[in-house]
DNA sequence: CTAGGATCCTGTCAGC
DNA sequence: TGCTGACAGGATCCTA
């Protein structure tokens, strides 16, 4: 999915392009996607007015004019795209980002007043839902999450949660939400290459150095990612015309098996680990045991 | 309680 | 060309 860095864009994305803007309509492709009760998008959105965009984790928050709030999931293959005056899209950076829309991907059309907002999400994993906006912070999933990684006391909360999965790998003890939010398995491996350490490493082996290495790792690989994210939409198309793909900007070891290290040159090797493929410089990543 | 694997769904790509 | 299996930027459910 969209991790934080792509959910973060979409966000500031769609603070500049609905933010007071009203829903006239919604039209629902795929009820799999839409998890609202026809009745309460006849009441409760149709009609309302954006008044913000918000970010909790991978979770986008739209906050109504009615103390309600969309919530919305990209999962692995969601996309928000703004078609209007301006042209504007991010998340799963696929052809629909580009093309005419609705296409085969859309699952949800949200009617603005001079605009449309598209939900598209090739693999249906991703989902909106209305909740009034005092309960969002009560839902099971929102109140087991971690610490964002960029807010103040994050570090201390972080170090408490990892240290609860001593006989987890790290790269899966990472990929939990309730350890930290927001990280999934790109910005895991991207950070674990930053902070030399193997995927494979047990939560238990790691000293308070490591783990300090590790936090600094995923604070840097987010933020190169956002500021790089932040032109996603509009790099996306290269100045030739053809496709691009702004990770390439910043990642280290993502898309780059076979590859040599930038760090000594010895070639990226691609492991499981966590279920998930895990890109590793075997010499700057060394195993432990 | 934890950890790991299967699962939801659609599409692409490598290898016959 | 057509088929098959592996895999994919997530999180949940099931099992042990």
Same mark, same amino acid.
């Given at each position: 999915?969209?991790?934080? =860095? ?9 603070? &500049? ?35 913000? #965009? !918000? !970010? !909790?984790?991978?979770? $986008? ?5 009615? @103390? ?6 990209? &999962? ?8 209007? *005056? ?9 052809? +629909? ?17 001079? !605009? ?17 906006? @005092?309960?969002?912070? &009560? ?11 960029? +807010? $103040? ?72 990612? $956002? ?9 996306? #198309?290269? *100045?030739?015309?053809? &496709? ?31 279920? /998930? ?8 990543? =060394?195993? /432990?045991?």
């Amino acid at each position: 999915m969209p991790e934080l =860095p792509e959910v973060e864009t979409v966000v500031r994305g769609l603070n &500049k392009l609905i933010v007071n803007h009203k829903i006239n309509n919604v039209e629902v492709l795929s009820n799999k996607s839409m998890l609202v009760e026809p009745e309460a998008v006849k009441g409760l959105i149709i009609g309302s007015t954006i008044k913000a #965009v !918000r !970010r !909790r984790a991978k979770l $986008i928050l739209i906050d109504l004019n009615n @103390d309600h709030t969309l919530m919305m999931h990209l &999962k692995m293959t969601g996309q928000l795209v703004v078609r209007g *005056a301006e042209t504007w899209g991010a998340g799963h950076p696929n052809d +629909s980002l580009l093309a005419r829309l609705p296409d085969k991907t859309t699952r949800v059309i949200f009617d603005l007043d001079d !605009r449309q907002l598209f939900f598209n999400d090739q693999r249906k994993f991703g989902w909106v839902k209305i909740l009034p906006t @005092d309960q969002i912070i &009560k839902q099971p999933f929102v109140a087991s999450l971690g610490p964002e990684p960029f +807010s $103040i006391h994050a570090y201390p909360q972080f170090v408490q949660r990892i240290k609860k999965h001593q006989k987890s790998t790290v790269k899966g003890a990472l990929l939990e939400q309730s350890v930290i939010a927001g990280l999934g398995n790109i910005y895991v491996n991207e950070s674990l290459y930053r902070a030399h350490i193997h995927p494979q490493t047990l939560v238990m082996m790691l000293s308070d150095q490591d783990l300090q290495n590790i936090f600094e790792a995923i604070k840097i690989s987010l933020s190169k990612s $956002i500021e790089a994210g932040g032109s996603s939409s509009k790099t996306y #198309v290269k *100045a030739d015309g053809t &496709k691009g793909n702004y990770l390439t900007k910043f990642a280290q070891v993502y898309g780059r098996e076979g590859k040599p290290c930038f760090n000594c040159g010895t070639i990226i090797e691609k492991i499981k680990c966590a279920g /998930r493929g895990s890109e590793i410089c075997p010499h700057c990543q =060394p195993k /432990r045991w």
